[in-house]
């Protein structure tokens, strides 16, 4: 049994508590999910202000006594630049461990055919972006993910953003 998937950015979420430093948005089940997917949930999205970040954590109900299976990830979206006088191409993704380069091809957004390796990542386990890295595939998604943790880094003035993924085995880039 397949089961399509549900893109939660085409669905509403209803906020269910929202406090100073956190909301937690929930999506429930309804007659287009269900076309998709039929089974009896709520998604939950919380997001959390820390003090020098943010968390988010996805959490998922089943609401019925069926076996339910799921998967789920999250895409956080950034502008680039983020500094004034900033360009898209004075960043780098830089990885926390040594990586193979290997990027799973994913053309027009479809389904993954082939694969091949990025070798600024094998060799210096970075990602310099470029338009031309996503002008050339639609994103850069690495499967055999040594890294449970980038930094998206201005080469330039050192400032960014690290992101951690402790459970999560795959990361996909897409400009």
């Given at each position: 049994?397949?089961?399509?998937?549900?893109s939660?950015d085409h669905?509403?979420f209803?906020?269910?508590?929202?406090?100073?430093?956190?909301?937690?948005?929930?999506?429930e089940?309804?007659d287009?999910?269900?076309k998709m997917?039929?089974?009896?949930?709520?998604?939950?999205?919380?997001?959390?202000?820390l003090?020098?970040?943010f968390?988010t954590t996805?959490?998922?109900?089943?609401l019925s006594d069926?076996?339910?299976?799921?998967c789920?990830g999250?895409?956080?979206?950034?502008?680039?630049?983020?500094?004034?006088?900033a360009?898209?191409?004075?960043?780098?993704v830089?990885?926390?461990e040594?990586?193979?380069?290997?990027?799973?091809?994913?053309?027009?957004?479809?389904?993954?055919?082939?694969?091949?390796?990025?070798?600024?990542?094998?060799?210096?386990?970075i990602?310099?972006?470029?338009?031309?890295?996503?002008?050339e595939?639609?994103?850069v998604i690495?499967t055999?993910?040594?890294s449970?943790?980038?930094?998206?880094?201005?080469?330039?003035?050192?400032?960014?953003?690290?992101?951690?993924?402790?459970?999560?085995?795959v990361?996909g880039?897409?400009s």
């Amino acid at each position: 049994i397949s089961y399509r998937l549900i893109s939660a950015d085409h669905v509403d979420f209803k906020p269910v508590k929202i406090g100073s430093d956190f909301v937690d948005m929930v999506l429930e089940p309804s007659d287009e999910t269900r076309k998709m997917y039929p089974f009896d949930f709520k998604l939950h999205v919380i997001h959390v202000l820390l003090e020098k970040g943010f968390r988010t954590t996805l959490l998922i109900e089943n609401l019925s006594d069926k076996t339910m299976p799921f998967c789920t990830g999250g895409h956080p979206g950034f502008a680039l630049p983020m500094e004034d006088g900033a360009k898209f191409e004075d960043y780098d993704v830089v990885f926390s461990e040594r990586e193979n380069g290997v990027n799973s091809l994913a053309s027009g957004g479809g389904c993954i055919g082939g694969t091949e390796v990025l070798e600024q990542i094998r060799d210096k386990g970075i990602l310099s972006l470029e338009h031309e890295i996503f002008d050339e595939r639609d994103a850069v998604i690495l499967t055999e993910l040594n890294s449970r943790s980038v930094k998206l880094i201005n080469r330039k003035t050192g400032k960014g953003i690290l992101f951690e993924f402790p459970k999560m085995e795959v990361l996909g880039i897409w400009s």
